[in-house]
Structures are given as structure tokens and as C-alpha cells.
């Protein structure tokens, strides 16, 4: 949960990256975030896989 201080003083959620810092999304209170750490976790594995295809290829 962050506060926009210097702005119109609201309350929102942010989803980041905990190691680049990098935000990947925000979103208002009460909402649910679409990125996940579940899904984030499914999509470097399908990422890895195709990867690894193309390699093969």
C-alpha cells in the first residue's frame, strides 16, 4: 500500500519487482492485483520453455 503525498493524497496498491524495484502494475484499494507471484512464476516457466525450443530448433 503506498500514498500519492505530493499528488491528491490517496491510498493504492503497487505490485513490483522486490529485487529490480521495477513496478509492474497498480491498482486501487479493495481491487486484486492481476500480477501474482504464482502467475509471474508460470510465465518465466513458459518463457524458459520456449526458450529452450528455440535453442533446440
Known amino acids: 500500500m503506498w500514498v500519492h ?3 491528491c493524497r490517496k491510498f493504492f496498491n503497487v ?4 529485487v529490480s524495484y521495477e513496478i509492474l ?3 486501487k ?6 500480477i501474482t507471484a504464482a502467475n509471474q512464476t508460470q510465465s ?6 520456449s526458450h ?3 535453442v533446440r530448433a
Open 5 to 7: 503525498a505530493v499528488g
Open 15 to 18: 505490485t513490483r519487482h522486490t
Open 25 to 27: 502494475e497498480t491498482y
Open 29 to 34: 484499494m479493495g481491487e486484486q492485483p492481476s
Open 44 to 49: 518465466r516457466e513458459a518463457a524458459a520453455v
Open 52 to 54: 529452450q525450443e528455440g
